[in-house]
């Protein structure tokens, strides 16, 4: 069975420090891993990763993926109130199971002011 | 270009009743999956439909849980029977393509077994 571990399962910090997430998983036929912001709806699509040692960013976020060691981390830096949010990673097999995530149980982020 | 549109945002049932939950994929995504959301836990997949046809089933309880993606309409997910551990957040997320790459949520339906 396909299985995806995050941690910590919280975290609690002030603005303006670098925040570091973890994920790693167990899955067959890997095919993606993809991280999700969800605050209180719906899940919200930060990056996908296919490749392993190529960083994906987008402002302050960023994301690198490892194939060998099944892991991927989330980096957040100048934390801002508005990262309070659960961050979730999850991955996607191929063959038979195409399009269907797992999810782990998310990474529940708090900025303190 | 709205995107996924799931109602009601909120439904409460007795025990005992019927729900069903609708979920209206982006406009030009004929791949629709279900998530089911329990307190305290990750997202865990139950469904996935393409128009008229269920895909994978895998996730969804053999009793009581059926979903359909008719030619025309939402997706509905319907449960018989609600029970109280049937309580959770159900998301439905749509793509346009077979596979995970495009897919977008909608807001849930959070549903509350009284």
């Known amino acids: 069975e396909d299985k995806v571990v995050q941690s910590p399962l919280s975290l609690v910090v002030h603005e303006g420090d670098t925040v570091t997430l973890n994920c790693s998983y167990e899955v067959t036929n890997f095919r993606s891993l993809l991280w999700y912001k969800q605050e209180k709806k719906a899940p919200t699509f930060l990056f996908m990763l296919t490749s392993s040692g190529i960083e994906k960013k987008s402002g302050r976020l960023s994301s690198i993926l490892d194939k060998k060691e099944l892991f991927s981390i989330l980096n957040i830096t100048a934390t801002q109130t508005g990262d309070s949010a659960v961050y979730l990673c999850?991955?996607?097999?191929?063959?038979?199971?195409?399009?269907?995530?797992?999810f782990g149980q998310g990474t529940i982020l708090t900025v303190h002011p | 270009n709205a995107g996924v549109m799931q109602n009601p945002r909120h439904l409460v049932r007795r025990r005992g009743q019927e729900a069903r939950l609708r979920c209206s994929p982006m406009k030009g995504h004929s791949h629709v999956y279900w998530y089911r959301q329990l307190p305290e836990e990750g997202l865990k997949f139950m469904v996935y439909l393409q128009k008229e046809n269920i895909i994978d089933e895998s996730g969804m309880p053999k009793e009581r849980f059926s979903a359909e993606f008719p030619k025309e309409g939402p997706s509905i997910l319907r449960i018989q029977q609600v029970v109280r551990g049937d309580s959770a957040a159900y998301f439905c997320a749509s793509s346009s393509l077979q596979g995970a790459t495009e897919a977008f949520f909608g807001q849930g339906t959070r549903l509350t077994v009284v």
């Open positions: 999850a991955v996607e097999a191929g063959g038979t199971s195409y399009g269907k995530l797992t």
